[in-house]
């Protein structure tokens, strides 16, 4: 069974060699192509079909944050890895708002990279830990929840709701399965239904939700049960 298919995309030529060179030490992972720009990126995305992009940030023409923002009103199913050397708040919430899957940094050791690559390819979202107290801090000075967004809660179940908010608090499924008392495959499960009721693109867009609706405040005391 063939690996994840991954398109590089990063204005800096020994980068996106370094990076392909990486790549290439997993023989599961296929490079299947790379763009120099975020408007080349959305047109290779188009003709190679990746599994996963590796989005630089900083690029002339069209950013990756413009990119994948393109990539992902477009419909394609490709899920996007932004790599990057910057911690900005800005860039931080530009990708994950545009609808990027995870966010790493540049210093990331080559195996982390490669367990990411697949972490995203599988379905499931990544932060880095700065990434995520980044997330954290941020929402602490967000305004007041909407009444709107709230309101959306109200479509999940009180079990769906649980595996909301211990997912905001950054637990995988394995660990809500095991706090729970229930399969972890129902735990999928229910990550499902609550992103197919919300609306949401992945895990990563779920946890932002339950920040800005107040499901999960910064500086919240942990579950009792945990």
Known sequence: MSGPRVLVVDDDDLMRAGLRAVLSSDDRIIVVGEAADGREAAEQTKHTKPDVVLMDVRMPHLDGIGATREIVASGSPARILILTTFED?????????????????????????????????????????????????????QPQPDPAATRRLLELTPREREVLEAAARGRTNTEIAELLGVEESTVKTHVKRILAKLQLRDRVQAVIFAYETGLIRPGDPADPRR
Request: no cysteine.
């Open 89 to 141: 708040d800005d860039y931080v919430f530009g990708a994950l708002s545009a609808g990027a899957s995870g966010f790493l940094l540049k210093r990331t050791q080559p195996e982390q990279l490669i367990a990411a690559i697949h972490t995203i390819a599988a379905g499931e979202s990544l932060l880095s830990p700065a990434v995520t107290r980044t997330v954290i801090d941020r929402m602490t000075h």
